[in-house]
């Protein structure tokens, strides 16, 4: 019995950390896409992977579940962002109305991304229900008797779905974009502004990506100079 405590600790620890393990990675992807933004000059780049781990999120979560997530990433992203309000307390700006109101700004610009993990998430749900219908019909696959009525049924059946599967796979990118350009359009008109935060504003480097980006998003209403 002694030697059970330890376990259980351990178990527990490992729990813990599991459920903390979506949103450190929520987190990082945050501060990550903070890194294609000046002052970091020449690290555009990260914004193609910093929206991985939310992407992942909508793909393979419930709509609330990743709305959560989405709100830890645009609120790590957003409070790394918003640093500007600090020099408001040197200035003499009492530094609890300065602190409130970069934490609050940050918190309402992350419901943005929560709001678009969420509605992709929903988008997905059909894709997920396919995902297990799929895990059900091959496993009655492999417990069929070999040529046997049993696993001509269960391999057309899976055949099926996985054609059904990649159609959802196929349009899953551009319904992503189409969700992410509109959550941005909207935090930019409805939410309050900070366009120059979206995705497109960070890729300036690349003019052609800049453009593309200004045809479809926020940008295109605020520009990028």
Not at 50 to 55: C, D, T
Not at 89 to 118: H, K, M, Q, Y
């Amino acid at each position: 019995m002694p030697r059970m405590e330890p376990t259980k600790r351990q178990g527990r620890a490992a729990a813990r950390l599991r459920a903390a393990a979506p949103y450190l990675a929520m987190i990082g992807g945050g501060l990550l896409l903070r890194g294609a933004f000046a002052p970091f000059e020449g690290q555009a780049s990260a914004a193609f992977f910093a929206p991985v781990p939310l992407l992942l999120a909508s793909r393979l979560c419930a709509p609330r579940r990743a709305a959560r997530l989405g709100f830890a990433w645009g609120f790590a992203f957003f409070a790394s962002a918003l640093t500007w309000f600090v020099p408001l307390v040197r200035n003499g700006g009492p530094w609890p109305i300065v602190l409130l109101g970069e934490v609050g700004l940050s918190a309402w610009c992350a419901l943005f991304p929560a709001l678009a993990a969420a509605a992709l998430s929903r988008l997905r749900a059909p894709w997920r229900g396919l995902r297990e219908e799929a895990r059900a019909a091959h496993a009655r696959l492999v417990a069929a008797e070999p040529d046997s009525d049993e696993e001509d049924e269960a391999f057309d059946e899976l055949a099926a779905l996985r054609r059904r599967s990649l159609a959802w796979e196929m349009a899953g990118p551009l319904a992503a974009g189409v969700v992410w350009a509109g959550a941005e359009t909207l935090r930019a008109t409805v939410g309050g502004g900070f366009a120059w935060y979206s995705l497109g504003a960070s890729q300036r480097a690349f003019p052609a990506l800049a453009q593309l980006a200004a045809a479809s998003s926020s940008e295109k209403m605020h520009g990028m100079r």
